[in-house]
C-alpha cells in the first residue's frame, strides 16, 4: 500500500516498541497532530566510519528532542537512552549504515478538541537514504530566493524547539521558491535581516571571515551551526555570530545553508523576492561558484562525520560496539 519509493531503502520503522514493515499502515487518519501538527520531531544522520557506522551528535539530538517535547507541553514515554537504543535497533533492523534518522513524538489518535487530553503521546522512529539536494548540486552550489513571508518571530515561539506544525512555513515556502525557479528558499526575520532556510542555518565568508546569526534573529540554532564554528575556530578561521543585514549577504564572497539534512550546502546565487508582487533582484555570490573556505569547512565536516579526524570522534556514537569490531585498513571507503 505504501511503497518506499521516496524513502530508499526503508524496510522497517519502530513504533511504539515495535517494528512494523514499511508497507504497514498503523495510524488512525483522525490522529491529533494529523491535524494540528501536534508532534515534536528530529533529524539526525548516521555515517559510514572506519568502526562502522556511527551516529552523528547523537545525544545533542536527543537533548534537543526532550526540550522540544518540553515545549509543546509532550510527555515522553521514552528516557533519552532508550531512544537512542531504539534508533540504533532501527539503523541495524534497515540494514542502513549511512541513513537519515527522523525520530517523531506526536499526539496520536484519542479526540480532535485542540487540548489533546484523550490523545496519547506516540513515539515513531524511521531511518531511510536522504539526501536534500543531489550531490552536483551540492558540488556547484545552489540557488536560494528570498520568500516574502518572514520567519516566525523567536517572541512567538521558543526557537529552541522542533515543533511539527511550525514546518508549514518551511513547506509553503520551499515550494515557493522552486515555483520561482530556484533551488531554496531563503527567510528573513521581521527585522528584515536573514534568517534561515526552511530547514538549515545560513552562513557567510566575507574576508577570511566566517558568520553566521543566532537565537535572537529567530532562527533554530542548529546542530550542524554549532559543530561549524567549533571547527572553524579549531582550524585557526576567525568567526562572528551576530546578525546578517541582507546587503551583507548580497555582498558576501561566499554563503552556504547548514543543517543535518543539507549538511554544507553551498549557495552561490541569491534572488530578493522580499517584496511581494516586485520582481525579484538576483545577486551573484562571490565569484559565483563554491568558495575556498566553503569547500574546505564541507570536507572537514565529511571527514568529521564520518570519523576520518580524530579530535572529533567525540560527536560520534558507534551504532555497533567499535571494539566488537576491527578496524579496517585505511582507505576503506
Ligand atoms: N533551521 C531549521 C528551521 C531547521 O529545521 C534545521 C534542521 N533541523 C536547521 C536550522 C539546522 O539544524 P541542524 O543543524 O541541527 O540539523
Known sequence: MFDNTYFKNAKKYWYNGKFYAWSDPTLHPMSHALHYGSSVFEGIRSYVTPKGPAIFRLPEHLDRFLISAQVAKMEIPYGAAEIGQAIKLTLQENRLQAAYIRPLLFYSYGNLGLVPMHSPEELLIAVWEFSVFPRDKKNKGISAYIVPWRRIHHRQLDMRAKLGGLYILSAIN???AREHDYDEALFLNLEGNVAEGPGANIFIVKNGQLKTNERSES????????TLL???RDSGLRTKVGPITRKELFEADEAFF???AVEITPIVLVADGSEAGQEAKV???GQGRVGEVTRRLAEDYQAACCGLLPHYHKWLTY???PAARPVPAYPFR
Open 174 to 176: 520551499a515550494v515557493a
Open 219 to 226: 532562527i533554530l540554532e542548529g546542530i550542524t551551526r554549532t
Open 230 to 232: 567549533e571547527m572553524a
Open 258 to 260: 547548514s543543517g543535518t
Open 283 to 285: 545577486f551573484t555570490i
Open 319 to 321: 551504532v555497533e560496539d
